[in-house]
């Protein structure tokens, strides 16, 4: 073997010898899983005054009719309840706010029994909601009495 044959022999010689890459595809997945959990932790406890989110708050609402930021939507009319579609028939809202001279609003709520509400007039809160048949589609959240 001559010099120049030799000195051929020792550039192409591969870093690493991957008699089993088995072992190498699951030594890289277990770098990258310590890796990405490192991460992951460092970037929980980083804290920065700049880039707090707004859906974070020191006090919390007592209850859901409290919370002015989901239910920032509002009107002002008297409840009547909705008459029981037919069958077949789709319909939106369990009750209606009937507005002097506008669209009246098709009312939802999980949270605020409208039924104690019907025949009086009130300001309401809420989130409107995508309305397929009505022209204006709200889920309430707090109802004021106004007198």
């Not at 509002?74 to 939106?92: D, N, Q, R, S």
């Not at 609003?105 to 300001?123: N, R, Y």
Request: hydrophobic content about 35%.
């Amino acid at each position: 073997m001559d010099l120049k044959t030799k000195f051929q022999e020792n550039i192409t010689k591969p870093f690493y010898k991957t008699e089993n890459p088995i072992r190498l595809i699951l030594g890289v997945v277990v770098v990258a899983l310590v890796l990405g959990t490192l991460t992951g932790y460092i970037l929980s406890t980083k804290s920065s005054d700049g880039l707090k989110s707004a859906a974070l708050s020191t006090r919390t609402p007592e209850s859901a009719q409290q919370d002015t930021r989901t239910f920032k939507d509002f009107a002002e009319g008297t409840i009547e309840v909705k008459l029981l579609p037919t069958e077949g028939e789709y319909t939106e809202g369990t009750h209606s706010l009937i507005r002097e001279g506008a669209v009246s609003v098709a009312l939802t709520s999980s949270v605020v029994d409208l039924s104690l509400f019907e025949g009086k007039k009130v300001k309401i809160f809420g989130e409107t909601q995508k309305a397929l048949k009505e022209g204006w589609l709200m889920d309430v959240g707090k109802v004021e009495e106004v007198k």
